[in-house]
C-alpha cells in the first residue's frame, strides 16, 4: 500500500504564501504523475496543479503565474507553492499520486490520494 501525507496547510491573509508538501511512503516502485485538487465547500473538487514523473506540468487557468508546482522524486514528494493567495483560493487541498507499487506479481498501478489539508486565506 502507499500512504500520501499533505503538510503546510493553513491560515493566511489574502496576498500572503503557503507552501504543501505531501510525501508517498509504501512499496513503491515507481511514481508517475503527482498532483494538487482541492475542493471547496459546495464545490467540485477541481485540478489545481500537476507534474509528470519528467517533470511537465500543467495549472488550472485561476492560478497560473501564482501557483508553482515541484516535485522531489528522491523524497517521493511534491510541493505546491502558493504565492498571492486569494480569499476564493480557500479549500481542502488534495495530494493525488499514480503509484506502481510492488508486488509479487510484479509492479501494479493505482490511484492514490492524501486526506487533505485546509488552506484558508482571509480577506
Known amino acids: 500500500q502507499v500512504q500520501l501525507v499533505e503538510s503546510g496547510g493553513g491560515l493566511v491573509q489574502a496576498g500572503g504564501s503557503l507552501r504543501l508538501s505531501c510525501a508517498a511512503s509504501?512499496?513503491?516502485?515507481?511514481?508517475?504523475?503527482m498532483a494538487w485538487y482541492r475542493q471547496a465547500p459546495g464545490k467540485q473538487r477541481e485540478l489545481v496543479a500537476a507534474?509528470?514523473?519528467?517533470?511537465?506540468?500543467n495549472y488550472a487557468d485561476s492560478v497560473k503565474g501564482r501557483f508553482t508546482i515541484s516535485r522531489d522524486n528522491g523524497k517521493n514528494t511534491v510541493y505546491l507553492q502558493m504565492n498571492s493567495l486569494k480569499p476564493e483560493d480557500t479549500a481542502v487541498y488534495l495530494c493525488?499520486?499514480?503509484?506502481?507499487?510492488?508486488?509479487?506479481?510484479?509492479?501494479?498501478?493505482?490511484?492514490?490520494w492524501g486526506q487533505g489539508t485546509q488552506v484558508t486565506v482571509s480577506s
Open positions: 509504501g512499496s513503491i516502485f515507481r511514481i508517475n504523475a
Open positions: 507534474t509528470s514523473s519528467g517533470g511537465t506540468t
Open positions: 493525488n499520486a499514480g503509484v506502481a507499487t510492488v508486488t509479487t506479481i510484479g509492479p501494479i498501478r493505482g490511484d492514490y
